[in-house]
């Protein structure tokens, strides 16, 4: 039997660039309530290119919130951000941000347990970007990002296309 992390998507309005300064701060400051903060109070921002090269920023150590938000805003080309949590990951993409669990997907649907604290994490994060629609999904949804998908409906009309497990919840 495979794992299947649990990916929480939400779109966003903001730019790359907007979206990871607004995560690195708030992990940088009062953190979220309930998302786990990085084990350290410095880390490792990882960005990824159109060409997939792959590099990284240690925030606050070599630069802030703020001058990884112009970085990103800068070069036109990054396409993905990835900055670690405790437990999992937030990944970045234009138009998203996805929180990557390492929970079990099928533990979700089966454990109401976890799901109230996949719910609670799910909620925090909209209400943090203002998303009115959220997915919990199986960790292949971020696959299609950048690609066959690149908005909001185009991601939830290839989750189906694909039959990757996930759950669509509106907020609004």
């Not at 490792?44 to 792959?54: A, R, S, Y």
């Not at 805003?73 to 993409?93: C, S």
């Amino acid at each position: 039997m495979t794992l299947v992390a649990i990916e929480i998507l939400i779109p966003t309005p903001r730019t790359l660039a907007g979206a990871t300064r607004a995560v690195v701060e708030q992990l940088m400051g009062p953190g979220f309530v309930n998302i786990d903060s990085p084990s350290e109070s410095a880390f490792e921002v990882e960005l990824t290119n159109v060409d997939m090269k792959e590099w990284g920023e240690v925030v606050p150590d070599d630069v802030t919130a703020a001058e990884l938000g112009e970085k990103i805003r800068a070069d036109k080309e990054i396409l993905r951000v990835r900055v670690p949590l405790r437990l999992g990951h937030f990944l970045l993409f234009p138009g998203f941000v996805v929180l990557c669990r390492p929970d079990e997907y099928e533990e979700f649907m089966a454990d109401p347990r976890a799901r109230q604290i996949i719910g609670r994490e799910s909620l925090e994060l909209a209400h943090a970007f203002g998303a009115s629609e959220l997915v919990v999904a199986g960790d292949a949804a971020t696959d299609f990002l950048g690609s066959e998908a690149t908005d909001w409906e185009s991601l939830k009309e290839v989750l189906v296309e694909e039959e990757i497990e996930h759950q669509v919840v509106k907020l609004k």
